[in-house]
């Protein structure tokens, strides 16, 4: 039996999903493994869904449970030219381990540029414009070839992704834009079973985790942890900032919407 999210558009096409779809099918995966919705995902997209991911613990879960299932998903990672040493060997490390090529995606602007023609060292004065011109632009891009984006989010990483779904969906361009579905398989996992898993399973992780670095971003805008802050708290020191917006510039389409 054919359900909403396999009912061929009269031209053969799937129908693009609705908000109030993506609600029943967000209800439906609370109660469903990350695998499970990762062959959904096949099933609906194929390679019009692809992985992005910056490395971190969950991201590498996804890209095992993926490489498990036997499901060929584009993997993607932004690359701002500001990446520490190890994450940049971390890469290559996981394209051997995992037998698949990973995309780069890196702004137009060198780092050298971006001095150039918005002054040096932008990141310390202005963070929110410096993440849009080198993370959020790129990603942007990215995205118009795609219908889901998979990511790596979970909901105990900082309150700010407390009430995040496992499948949300959003209008890329703004509110009169395509749409596109962002699919957080690992929405419900604590941070040990992610490392469990990693550990269980030798897949290479980023040596920064083992000096104290929870989350690891830029160079210039990461510190170490201490107990009990919340795993992104060593980013952007001395700002009032918690998200890079790579997660937040997208408006979001909720049932009500329809």
């Known amino acids: 039996m054919e359900t909403l999210q396999t009912i061929p558009a009269a031209n053969g096409e799937l129908k693009p999903l609705t908000a109030r779809e993506i609600a029943a099918l967000n209800a439906q995966f609370e109660h469903q493994a990350p695998e499970e919705i990762l062959a959904w995902a096949w099933k609906r997209f ?15 879960v996804m890209l095992h449970l993926a490489k498990m299932a036997g499901l060929s998903f584009p993997v993607f990672t ?41 002054g040096p060292e932008l990141w310390a ?6 993440c849009t011109t080198r993370k959020v632009l790129p990603l942007q891009s990215k995205l118009r070839e795609l219908d889901c984006w998979i990511t790596g989010l979970r909901r105990r990483q900082a309150r700010s992704r407390a009430a995040i779904g ?8 703004g509110k009169g834009g395509p749409d596109i579905v962002k699919l957080n398989p690992l929405a419900n996992w604590p941070t040990e079973a992610t490392w469990r898993y990693i550990r269980e399973h030798k897949i290479p992780w980023n040596p920064l985790h083992d000096r104290g670095y929870a989350s690891i971003g830029c160079m210039t805008c990461t510190r170490k942890t201490a107990r009990g802050e919340d795993e992104r708290a060593g980013r952007w020191i001395g700002f009032k900032k918690v998200e890079c917006g790579i997660h937040t510039f997208m408006s979001p389409k909720n049932d009500f919407q329809i």
């Open 46 to 60: 194929e390679k019009k869904a692809a992985i992005g991911t910056s490395f971190q613990g969950s991201g590498l």
């Open 78 to 118: 932004l690359d701002t030219g500001l990446l520490f040493p190890e994450t940049l060997e971390l890469h290559k490390r996981l394209e051997d381990f995992f037998g698949w090529k990973i995309e780069s995606i890196r702004p137009d602007l060198t780092v050298e540029q971006q001095a150039e023609a918005l």
């Open 125 to 130: 004065r202005d963070p929110d414009l410096c």
């Open 166 to 173: 496992l499948i949300e969906l959003y209008a890329l361009n």
